[in-house]
C-alpha cells in the first residue's frame, strides 16, 4: 500500500507527471476514437448505399418486360 | 527588367488612384494604437515600457490587413492569370509587386509611426531606431504576406486565414524589431538586431516570391 | 513502387490487413515501455521522478517532426507526380501531428515548472515548436477553406513545403543558440547520452507511438476514401434522376 503511495506521488513531482501522463493519454485516445468513428460511419453509408443501388438495379430489372 | 518595373509602375498607379485603400491601412494602425491607452492606462511609465511591442504589432496587423490587394483584386479581374501565363520569371514579377506593396503599406506605416511613438511617450533615443527596424522589417512582411495571399487566393475567410498563416511565421521579424528599439532605450547597441533583421530579408527576397510563384501556378492550375 | 498503390482498391486491402498489426504491436510496446519507464527505470540524480515526464515527452516531439516530414514528402509527391493518394496521406497527417505537437508542449511546460521553475520561456525550441504547431493548424484550415478539395489540397502542398524551413530550426536550435531546454541527447554524432535503462523505454515509447500514427493515419485515409466514393455515388445518383 505505501509502495503505491510512494508510486503515485512520484517523489513529490506526482503534481506533473500524472497530468503530463494524463494529457497524453487523453489527446491520443480522442484522436482514435475519432478516427475509428469516422471509418465506421463513412464505411457503413457506403455499404447502405452501394445496398440501395444493387436493390433499385434489381427491382428496375425485374421490373423491365 | 522592364516588365518588372512596368508592373511596379502600375500598381503605384492603381494604388494612388485608389487612395482610401492606403489610407485605411494608416487609419487602422493609428485607431489601433490609440487604443491602447485607454486599454491598459495613460500613465506614461507603462506607455513607454510597451510602446516599441503595441507599434510593431499593430503594424504587423495592418500589413495583414492589406495583403487581399495584392493578388486578388487581379484575380478577380482576370489580369492575374495573364500575368502568370505571359511572365517568364514569375518570381521577378511578385517581387515586384511585393515592392509596390510595400511603397504603399510599410513605407507609410514607417512614416506614421513616430508621431504615435509620442503618443505612447517612447524615450527620446528610440525614435530613429523605430523608423530603421519598421523599414528593414516591414518588407520581409510584404513578403511572407505575398506567399501567403499566394496560398489563399479564393478560399473562404481568405483574409483572416492569410493572417492565421504567416503572422507565426513573422514572429522573428518581431522580435528582432522590437529588440533593436529596447537595446536602443536602453543605451545598448542594436546593431546585432539590425544585423539579424538584415538577415531575414536577405533570405526572403530570393525564397518568399519563388515560394509565392509557385503557390499562383497551384491556383491558376 | 508508388504506382502500384495509386488504386485505391488496392491500396484499402493494403492497409486494412496491415492495420490490426501496427495496432497490436504499438500496444506491445506501450505496454512494455511504460511499464519500463514508469516502474522498472531509475530517477535520475537530479531531476528526480519528473524525468519520467521523458517517456511521453520526447517521443511526442520525435513524431511532431516525423508526422511532418511525412506530411512534406506526401505533399511533394502530390505535387511532383500527382499520385491520387499522396494528397490524402498529406491532409490526414496534419490533425495527427497537431495532436503530438500539442502533447509535446504541454507535457514539456508540466516538465518544466518544477525543473526550471517556469511554464514557459520564449527560448528558440519552444518557440520554433510553437511555430510548428500553428504550421500544422493553418494547413488544417487552408485546405479545408475551398469549396474545390483539390484546389485546398494543392494549397496545403504548398504550405507543407514552405514550412519545411521549420523542421532544422527545431532539430538545432538548441545546438545554434544557448537554450533553456537541454541540447540533444539521443540523435547527436557520437551516438546516445543517456542510460541504456533509460534509452530502452525511451526507444520503445518511440516505436509505439509511430505505431499508432501509422495505424491512425491507416484509419482515417480509409476513412476518406470511403466519404469521396460516398460523395461520387451521390453526384452520380442525383445525376441520373
Redesign the interface.
Known sequence: MDAMGG?LA?????A??W???G??AV??G???LT??R??R???A??SM??DS?ASSRTSVRDSAP | MMPALELIRRDLRLAWRQGTDVAMVIAFFVLTVVLFPFGVGPEPNILARIGPGILWVTALLAAMLSLDRLFQADHDDGSLEQLVLSSPALPAMVLAKCLAHWLTTGLPLAVVAPILAILLNLGADGFVVLVGSLLLGTPVLSLLGAVGAALTLGARRAGVLVALLVLPLTIPVLIFGVGAIDAALADLSSRPHFLLLGALLAAALPLCPWAAAAALRQALE | MLHRFANPTRFLRVAAALQPWCVGLSLACLAGGLYLGLLRSPADYQQGDTVRIMYVHVPSAWMALFVYANMAIASAVALIWKHPLADILAKNCAPLGAGFTLIALATGSLWGKPMWGTWWVWDARLTSVLILFFLYLGHMALVNAFDDPSRGARAGAVLALVGSVNLPIIKFSVDWWNTLHQPASVLRIGGPAIHSAMLTPLLMMGVAFTLLFVALLLVNVRAEIAERKLRGLRLARAAEV
Open positions: 508510486f512520484m517523489g513529490g513531482y506526482g506533473f507527471v497530468p503530463a501522463y494529457i497524453a489527446v491520443l480522442g484522436l482514435t478516427g475509428l469516422r471509418l460511419r463513412s464505411e453509408a457506403l448505399l452501394a443501388q
